[in-house]
T-cell receptor
Framework: DQQVKQNSPSLSVQEGRISILNCDYT??????FLWYKKYPAEGPTFLIS?????DKNEDGRFTVFLNKSAKHLSLHIVPSQPGDSAVYFC?????????????????FGKGTLLTVNP | KAGVTQTPRYLIKTRGQQVTLSCSPI?????VSWYQQTPGQGLQFLFE???????NKGNFPGRFSGRQFSNSRSEMNVSTLELGDSALYLC????????????FGPGTRLTVL
């Protein structure tokens, strides 16, 4: 059962335009969401996160929107640059039942390959 | 500050063998998590260690095990390798664990023949 879904395996965008990457989740216990970017032959790099108490978080060209009722989040990149071409992973976490402190684990989507064309 | 390092970067094994992968976290980070990445399944959580104790575990068979040493370095072991274990194994460290940003290493590419 896939709890975090990225339904678009790939997305192609022109340089300077907006890139919108989408992510859906099924577990209502998820309370923290993150986006990671991954280049080939490198590990994922943290991009931006959002807590379930917010509906928007912005960091430079990157904005994440969270719609809790729809169990949907999206990452907007404006303007898109060729260097943004990478695989983007959405991840979610929930405090493990019965655990104390920081008993979280991340559940990742399968990723979306973003290609930004010059 | 040095990043997360993983050794070896590439490994080829045959079915039935066992393998040990190593991860050195960023200095000062006490939490190390391991993930398996395959084309079909994406990134899947294996387990997390914090201060030498396994704190979280994913849904993998007992053939997958790990440990963490007092210097926070971590090892992951897979016994009786199967073809389906071929994957990129990623380790990530963070200061306290939890959902906040984890810093990933480059991964170990394991191929099982």
């Amino acid at each position: 059962d896939q709890q975090v879904k990225q339904n678009s395996p790939s997305l192609s965008v022109q340089e300077g335009r907006i890139s919108i990457l989408n992510c859906d989740y099924t577990n209502s216990m998820f309370d923290y969401f993150l986006w990671y970017k991954k280049y080939p032959a490198e590990g994922p790099t943290f991009l931006i996160s959002i807590s379930s108490i917010k509906d928007k978080n912005e960091d430079g060209r990157f904005t994440v929107f969270l719609n809790k009722s729809a169990k949907h989040l999206s990452l907007h990149i404006v303007p898109s640059q060729p260097g943004d071409s990478a695989v983007y992973f959405c991840a979610a976490s929930a405090r493990e039942a019965g655990g104390g402190g920081s008993n979280y684990k991340l559940t990742f989507g399968k990723g979306t390959l973003l290609t930004v064309n010059p | 500050k040095a990043g997360v390092t993983q050794t070896p970067r590439y490994l080829i094994k045959t079915r039935g063998q066992q393998v040990t992968l190593s991860c050195s976290p960023i200095s000062g980070h006490r939490s190390v998590s391991w993930y398996q990445q395959t084309p079909g399944q994406g990134l899947q959580f294996l387990f997390e260690y914090f201060s030498e104790t396994q704190r979280n575990k994913g849904n993998f068979p007992g053939r997958f095990s790990g440990r963490q040493f007092s210097n926070s370095r971590s090892e992951m072991n897979v016994s009786t390798l199967e073809l389906g274990d071929s994957a990129l194994y990623l380790c990530a460290s963070s200061r306290r664990g939890g959902p906040n940003e984890q810093f990933f290493g480059p991964g170990t590419r394991l191929t099982v023949l």
